[in-house]
């Protein structure tokens, strides 16, 4: 089945440490790739997007993102990351249509 | 931040119960959708609208129903709400006109929902 897999389901880090969080995907062909973040209590607010073009988006908050279509990845990174980073980070792709599909999540906590 | 909201923020019903949930949109976007998050599974689309009175069935829809009568109000009811529906409920917008894939879904506060 198609599917999205986030494989770090928590991630402990100190302040200023960098950050990769992975996220593959099963689907063939053309996809659009998405990163959406969720702080404690709140809703989910997008972090970045990728359709087409650079392979390499920037989004808000410093955040980043490489799509590489030979590892089916969009893997997310911040060089430093801030106390203020925790939270629960999605990936999510939609393939055919506007329906999105979410990875499991992967929760950061960032030691201050 | 998107115009959505959602009523209530928090409800705890007890089993056999019907439930039912409100989205409300000031952006007047075609695209509805309502998803549940639950540990471990990230979001999962249960129902979804592409206009007033067009529906239809996501990932998860099993136990649940949609209403769309308006544009700004999409309506989510549990016509008999079971344990295996406590959950948090996020509905939300997309931006798009024509449901294409390049579309991008801004979510709402969520309601989280107890069945006892």
């Known amino acids: 089945a198609q599917s999205v897999s986030q494989h770090n389901h928590h991630v402990i880090l100190s302040e200023a440490a960098s950050l990769e969080l992975g996220c593959n995907y099963s689907?063939?062909?053309?996809?659009?790739l998405f990163w959406y973040v969720q702080y404690p209590g709140q809703h989910l607010q997008l972090l970045l997007k990728?359709?087409?073009?650079?392979?390499l988006v920037k989004g808000i908050k410093g955040f980043e993102a490489e799509f590489i279509k030979s590892k089916f990845s969009f893997n997310l990174r911040k060089p430093s990351v801030q106390w203020s980073d925790t939270a629960e980070y999605f990936c999510?792709?939609?393939?055919?249509?506007?329906?999105?599909?979410f990875g499991g999540g992967t929760r950061l906590m960032v030691k201050p | 931040d998107a115009g959505i909201t959602q009523s209530p923020r928090h409800k705890v019903t007890e089993t056999g119960t019907p439930v039912t949930l409100r989205c409300h949109q000031t952006?007047?976007?075609?695209?509805m959708y309502w998803y549940r998050q639950d540990p471990g599974h990230g979001l999962r689309l249960i129902h979804y609208?592409?206009?007033?009175?067009?529906?239809d069935k996501g990932e998860v829809s099993d136990g649940y129903s949609v209403s769309r009568s308006k544009t700004e109000d999409f309506l989510l009811t549990l016509e008999s709400a079971t344990s295996s529906q406590t959950s948090v409920y996020f509905c939300?917008?997309?931006?798009?006109?024509?449901?294409?894939?390049?579309?991008?879904?801004?979510f709402g506060p969520g309601t989280r929902l107890t069945v006892l």
């Open positions: 952006e007047n976007h075609r695209y």
């Open positions: 689907y063939g062909g053309t996809v659009n």
């Open positions: 990728y359709f087409s073009g650079d392979p």
């Open positions: 939300a917008i997309s931006d798009g006109t024509s449901g294409d894939s390049t579309d991008t879904q801004y």
């Open positions: 999510a792709v939609t393939h055919a249509g506007n329906m999105l599909t």
């Open positions: 609208s592409y206009g007033v009175k067009d529906t």
